[in-house]
């Protein structure tokens, strides 16, 4: 093997400035080369039904392709050029393929029933038991019980569904990066003098006069909260709502992808013997069947209509009596929204950023993860892929639990959102027999620091951190030695947002807020009036909220349950606005255009999982609003029964083992005012 090539060191910290797009396949290749060989090796007879013979065996090399390639996809995400694209876009059908083979293999999963039906199986700890389990379910999943022509068929959709998606999130980034507008300053009454100061260097980095307007969330939002310029927001809005749609190039319309990957899901389950794919995809979750599902949004939806409407009779009220505008369109709302919280509370988001300095809410933040699970935080070094990302040790005890990185700044090149993805996950290693520590990759899209001043984010980047921060954990802070089952792995997916949505309730802390802000010229903390109108302010518009993300949770079962959505995308969006929304929308909306998250990011037939994952969320934070938020001892047992925990055993058991009983709704609708 090549020991120039950055991909094929196998490091917990890899050399990203040294990757170049090349490396990609030069590294890909060798390793699904040897991966395949491990998997030949392990299906035969010299190799037993033994957990760690087969872990040894396949898991090591399979783990180490993995790697190596989760180096390739995060850049492509986090630092894409149009090589490294190529690059990515090369290898992704053959690692689909590979994992599409090994998942389907019936001598592998002839291997695993042996393992599973030998006597040394009883003997295997619960963590191997649940991994074992798992990989079963999922063999069956992955259409290992198919033969023939059905099983070709079933390895053909996987390869074109991953091209497909793949695509449908090109589209929207470049739909994204593809829109720009250049304004003079006449045009930007209203717009807070950050983002007109990054707008300016935007089009100067371009040698143009003026004011360079993007998509991109730093300069879209504000403009639609702020801006006084009706039409402005009109254009942004229109181009922000119609991305990817038959409305703009037709290169980039997503409408056929999007009934072509609905059409292979439909006949993806169809081949598994089920009768939606809605229904499939709940095989591996808590959830039982799309019904439920779909009671459980309608009963939502019902419980917060009535607020939803109050809200917007509201906000029409004031938009004619105090703004003049005696229609409200789709592009007003946001900004009227805006002007009703400021006059009804007195404060803007604005007002409050100045207090969020981001090495302030990261110092405060640490603090808390370190007073509540027990750990220090430490800054350590790393090679980076940008100059403005971080790279910080967790530890208990003087021993290293964990590494993350932290990339926080929007960028051209970067795709919009904010996640967590694993870099390596903690692991007992069956070739050495030491303990793999995790590394996480922690990424958001906040304003970047101008003027030479520290990046202030608002309250909703201060909840996007935390949320991010409480995946993080649940990765970093795993006891499990299974790499299956550590970390998040095998956690069911909609319960996989528990330990995150948890996270955001600090964001309404006194205590908490107080301590991570400071004004970025006084230094002083967030006053406490400012923060109890915050606070008031918190269930502002919850009913609207709530309904919006009913609609899109709906719109996504809809989508993935009935047999002929995909002729019906549109009709189908437009029919799940009309029974849940009370919004004014443009006929012209195509908002599902975009909807990555189920067409390119794995939730669908998930999107609920959100709602449904706060309903437990917030039912456990309730333990520590009885207890007091910075209880240690409440803190030490949701540490060890929920984020030790990691995929171990079913969700439902570790809540209950935090909270000694099932998981009730009251406390989001009480956290939502809905009580
Ligand atoms: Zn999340």
């Known amino acids: 093997m090549d020991n120039t090539n950055p991909l094929l060191q196998r490091s917990a910290r890899p050399d990203f400035a040294a990757v170049r797009p090349e490396h990609a396949a030069l590294a890909i290749e060798p390793l699904l080369a040897t991966a395949d060989a491990a998997l030949e090796a392990a299906v035969g007879d010299a190799v037993p039904a033994d957990y760690d013979a087969l872990s040894r065996t396949l898991d090591v090399p399979v783990e180490q392709l993995g790697h190596a390639w989760g180096i390739v996809r995060h850049l492509h995400a986090v630092a894409d050029t149009p090589e490294l694209r190529a690059a990515y876009t ?37 963590a191997r038991r649940k991994a074992l389990a798992d990989a079963q379910r999922d063999f069956v999943l992955g259409g290992a019980e198919l ?23 090109e589209h929207v980034l470049d739909a994204t990066d593809g829109f720009s507008l250049y304004v003079d300053e006449a045009r ?53 709502n119609t991305r990817a749609s038959e409305f ?111 090495p302030r809410v990261l110092e ?10 027990e750990v220090a935080i430490r800054p350590d070094t790393a090679p980076v892929w940008h100059e403005s990302v971080r790279f910080y040790r967790i530890e208990r005890g003087g021993a290293r639990v964990g590494h993350f990185y932290l990339d926080l700044h929007a960028r051209p090149g970067k795709q919009p959102g904010a996640w967590m993805t694993d870099a390596q996950a903690r692991w007992r290693r069956p070739d ?62 909609d319960a996989v947002e528990l330990p995150s949505q948890f996270m955001e309730n ?3 802390e006194w205590d908490v807020v107080r301590r991570l802000s400071a004004h970025v010229e006084t230094g002083e903390p967030l006053p406490r009036a400012l923060f109890d109108k915050l606070l008031a302010a918190r269930n502002f518009q919850s009913g609207m909220a709530m309904l919006r993300q009913v609609e ?100 439902l058991e570790s809540f209950k083992a935090f909270r000694g009983r099932e998981p009730n709704i009251d406390a989001l609708l009480r956290h939502q005012g809905m009580a």
């Open 188 to 240: 930007l009454d209203g717009v807070p003098a950050d983002v007109r100061s990054a707008a300016r260097a935007a089009a100067e980095a371009e040698g143009r006069p003026g004011f360079k307007l993007t998509l991109h969330a730093p300069c879209l939002w504000p403009l639609l909260m702020y801006g006084n310029d009706r039409a402005l927001r009109e254009t942004l809005h229109v181009a922000y």
């Open 506 to 508: 600090f964001c309404w």
């Open 248 to 358: 703009g190039p037709p290169e980039l319309d997503n409408s056929g992808l999007m009934r072509e990957i609905l059409e292979l899901r439909h006949e993806e389950a169809a081949l598994l013997g089920h009768a939606s794919f809605g229904q499939l995809s709940l095989v591996p979750k808590m959830a039982q069947s799309p019904e439920q599902v779909i009671g459980f949004l309608r009963d939502l939806g019902r419980r917060a209509r009535p607020h939803a409407e109050r809200d917007l009779a509201e906000l029409r009220a004031f938009a004619a009596t105090d703004l003049g505008l005696a229609e409200l369109q789709p592009w007003d709302l946001a900004w009227a929204s805006e002007r009703l919280k400021e006059a009804r509370y007195a404060f803007s988001d604005q007002e409050v950023k100045q207090y969020l300095t981001e």
């Open 90 to 126: 090369a290898m992704l059908p053959r690692m689909t393929d590979f994992f599409t083979r090994m998942g389907a293999d019936e001598r592998l999963y002839d291997k695993y029933k042996a393992l599973a039906a030998s006597p040394a199986a009883a003997g295997l700890n619960a």
């Open 364 to 373: 405060g933040l640490f603090g808390i993860i370190e007073t509540l699970f």
């Open 432 to 493: 050495s027999g030491t303990l793999q520590t995790p590394v996480a990759y922690l990424v958001c899209n906040f304003a970047p620091p101008v003027d030479g001043k520290p990046a202030l984010l608002t309250h909703d980047d201060l909840i996007t951190l935390f949320h991010e921060f409480g995946h993080g954990l649940h990765q970093l802070l795993t006891q499990v030695d299974e790499l299956a089952v550590s970390g998040m792995s095998g956690v069911e997916w």
């Open 552 to 651: 899109m949770a709906l719109l996504d079962m809809r989508l993935h349950t009935e047999a002929d959505a995909s002729g019906r995308v549109q009709a189908i969006a437009d029919e799940v606005r009309a029974e849940v929304s009370v919004l004014p929308r443009s006929p012209r909306n195509r908002f599902v255009a975009s909807f990555s998250h189920i067409f390119a990011g794995g939730y669908a037939a998930g999107y609920y999982s959100y709602k449904w994952a706060e309903v437990l969320s917030a039912d456990a934070y309730g333990a520590f609003e009885e207890a007091g938020v910075f209880d240690p001892a409440v803190g030490r047992r949701y540490r060890q029964a929920v984020l030790e925990a990691g995929g171990s055993r079913p969700a």
């Open 147 to 169: 033969q023939g022509a059905a099983r070709e068929r079933f390895a053909q959709i996987q390869e074109r569904s991953a091209e497909l998606s793949q695509k449908f999130a």
